[in-house]
């Protein structure tokens, strides 16, 4: 019997928490207005934005990850750049050429999920549980078609195991991988579309052997439709996979590709909210 081990991605959002600057944040303003130079304005805006990080990680940490630990269990995390990071780093590289180098590019854009997996293993490893970060190379994340928009060819999962052997959380960056590149004759890493985390959590949980991913969003559920729009939006407890992929408008809260995979693999994929963890959320059904 396969032994279980939870795959849990979390969203960019859910890292960075609802409030960018924190529990004080509608006095930021007045605090910016009080100091005197640009680049004291700016220190500011970054400590109150880590601050809120950090505090933000431990929540995630506590009340998602060593939980599980308590249980015997040793996760696999996937996480997200942070909340408009990935976007920042697209304008950056719109900002210094219309054309980007892809190789370059999918190096300028893996780096949010960089920061994010090393900034919770860290605060992991200051909750004394030992945690190591993986970029998708090193979790064994083998892709196909390219640098960019590439496509998942398999999974290695022999590192990740071991630390699983060892009660070490592996944390990965989502998004990124790897292929061999016959120009260079070389591996090269590679990034996958846009919201591709989510697919690498469900091509994790399908090469370890686990009937599902969970994707800790900064919403509770699927909804019938958008229920900061329509008040009578109703929750859905469960769907196929097929049905979902139906849908004329289909859910920003989810990658359609990950639930394509999920199809082909069998892998089911929940989403649940990453701030209330007692919420039920919505499984949708890949599985026959």
Excluded at 31 to 43: G, K, L, S, T, W
Excluded at 122 to 144: D, K, V
Excluded at 159 to 188: H, M, W
Aim: with cysteine; aromatic share 6%.
């Amino acid at each position: 019997m396969t032994a279980k081990i939870p795959v849990l991605k979390f969203g960019g959002r859910t890292l960075q928490g609802r409030k960018r600057f924190g529990p004080h944040e509608d006095r930021l303003l007045e605090d910016c207005h009080q100091a005197d130079r640009v680049n004291d304005i700016y220190r500011l805006l970054a400590q109150r934005r880590n601050n809120a990080r950090a505090a933000r990680l431990r929540e995630v940490a506590t009340d998602y990850i060593l939980p599980l630990r308590r249980e015997g269990l040793v996760p696999v995390i996937v996480v997200s750049a942070f909340d408009w990071a990935t976007d920042k780093l697209e304008q950056l590289a719109a900002c210094i050429g219309s054309a980007p180098n892809p190789y370059e590019y999918a190096r300028l854009l893996m780096s949010g999920e960089l920061r994010a997996n090393s900034a919770l293993a860290l605060t992991l490893h200051s909750l004394q549980c030992p945690a190591r970060s993986l970029t998708g190379r090193e979790a064994g994340i083998i892709t196909q078609d390219g640098a960019v928009n590439a496509t998942i060819e398999k999974v290695d999962t022999a590192n990740i195991a071991g630390l699983i052997d060892r009660e070490i959380v592996p944390i990965v960056a989502g998004f990124q991988g790897y292929y061999y590149d016959e120009s260079t004759d070389r591996d090269e890493v590679s990034i996958l579309g846009r919201g591709g985390s989510n697919l690498t959590a469900v091509a994790l949980a399908a090469a370890l052997d686990q009937p599902e991913a969970t994707m800790c969003t900064d919403v509770d559920s699927l909804y019938d439709a958008d229920p900061k729009r329509d008040e009578n939006a109703q929750r859905i407890e469960q769907i196929t996979g097929a049905e979902l992929l139906g849908w004329d408008q289909f859910p920003t809260v989810i990658q359609r590709a990950s639930v394509e995979y999920g199809i082909e693999q069998q892998v089911d994929i929940i989403i649940r909210s990453g701030f209330e963890s007692d919420l039920p959320g919505t499984r949708i059904i890949c599985r026959p």
